[in-house]
C-alpha cells in the first residue's frame, strides 16, 4: 500500500550494519546463493576473537560473520516459482556427488564486487578440485535458469568477518600478515 516507505526502510544501510544492497528489492524476489555450510567449535571462536582483537588493534574493526559458510555460486535473484524447480535441479544434479574432506588455513581479505564491503576469510587448502566438481553442478543448474554462473577461478573461503567499504589496503599493510602468524 505504501511502497515508497517500504523501499526505504529495506535499502537504508543503517538497519543493515552498513551493508549496502547489491541490487534493489523486489516482492517476489529471493535473493540466493548456494553455500556449505560451516559449524564452528568453541576453540575456533576463540581464536577468532583473538584475531579480530588483534584486527582492531591494528586499525581495521571487523564484525563478525553472524553464520560461516563457503559459498558455490554467486548471489543470484530467484522469482517465488522458479524456488521448487530451481532446488529440484540442484538435488538432481548433486545427488552423485560424494562427500570429501576439506580444510582452510590461510586468512585472506576479500572484497565483494561492489567494493561496498571487504572480508577476512579463511582459504581453502585441501578440497578444491571436488569444490569445483561442486560448483560445476551448481553452474548447470544457474545456466538453465539463465542466471549468472560462479567465478571461472574461484577463491574457495570461508568469510569470518567484514567491515564496509573497501578497505583491503588498509587490511593487507601488515594487519593480515600479524593474524596470520598470531
Known amino acids: 500500500m505504501f511502497p515508497d516507505e517500504e523501499d ?95 580444510t582452510a588455513g590461510r586468512l585472506r581479505v576479500y572484497c565483494n564486487a561492489e567494493r561496498t564491503r571487504t572480508f577476512l576469510g579463511m582459504e581453502v587448502c585441501a578440497g578444491h578440485v571436488q569444490l569445483m566438481d561442486l560448483v560445476h553442478e551448481v553452474d548447470k543448474t544457474m545456466t538453465e535458469f539463465h542466471l549468472d554462473t560462479f567465478y571461472k577461478d574461484p577463491s574457495f573461503h570461508v568469510s569470518l568477518a567484514w567491515c564496509a567499504g573497501d578497505q583491503t589496503g588498509q587490511m593487507k599493510e601488515g594487519c593480515i600478515q600479524g593474524m596470520q602468524v598470531h
Open 8 to 102: 526505504a526502510e529495506t535499502e537504508d544501510s543503517s538497519l543493515h550494519g552498513g551493508r549496502i544492497r547489491s541490487f534493489k528489492h523486489e516482492r517476489g524476489n529471493w535473493a540466493s546463493y548456494v553455500y556449505l555450510p560451516y559449524h564452528p567449535e568453541e576453540e575456533f571462536m576463540d581464536l577468532l576473537q583473538d584475531l579480530l582483537s588483534f584486527a582492531s588493534a591494528h586499525g581495521a574493526v571487523l564484525t563478525l560473520q553472524e553464520e560461516f559458510h563457503l559459498s558455490l555460486s554467486l548471489t543470484v535473484v530467484l522469482r517465488h516459482h522458479w524456488i521448487l524447480p530451481f532446488t529440484q535441479s540442484l538435488k538432481a544434479g548433486l545427488m552423485h556427488c560424494k562427500s570429501f574432506l576439506c
